[in-house]
């Protein structure tokens, strides 16, 4: 099963392309693209959904993960909540299954670590250290998909 996990926050776009279990998961892709201005809402909503129609096209995931960002201010809302809208219609349109996180659901129990485990250093130690942008945005886009696995 290949599972697409996208983390959006303002100035950019992470995503990670996963497949295997929980397990033994195996990082297939990740990317790190830089947003277009964010003071034309419209025309960054196009960015995004030719953005992640380009992903979905070219990874055909079974399934697609994303963190939220629960209460954004007002300019946040454009930069991190309307993106989620256009992939949860791009997945509607593909029949694709969605599921959303929040920061409240990051927690060990998700791949069946002990209580209190820090899951961005056990990524770490899975998938070891990739640069360029392995950093926790770029993190959250990987626990995700690994969230979603088998």
């Known amino acids: 099963m290949k599972i697409l996990g996208v983390h959006v926050a303002t100035g950019q776009l992470r995503y990670s392309v996963l497949e295997g279990t929980k397990a033994n998961p195996v990082l297939i892709e990740k990317g790190k693209l830089s947003t277009i201005d964010p003071k034309n809402a419209p025309q960054l909503m196009d960015w995004y959904e030719s953005q992640f129609s380009l992903i979905l ?89 690994w969230f979603e696995l088998p």
């Open 57 to 145: 096209d070219q990874h055909t995931p079974d399934r697609i993960a994303y963190r939220l960002t629960l209460q954004p201010n007002k300019n946040q809302l454009i930069t991190s909540s309307f993106p989620m809208g256009i992939l949860n219609l791009l997945a509607h349109r593909r029949n694709l299954p969605i599921q959303l996180y929040v920061s409240g659901n990051f927690v060990a129990s998700k791949l069946s670590l002990a209580k209190g485990t820090d899951i961005y250093a056990y990524c770490d130690q899975v998938f070891g250290m990739n640069p360029p942008y392995w950093d926790k945005n770029q993190k959250n886009s990987v626990l995700v998909a």
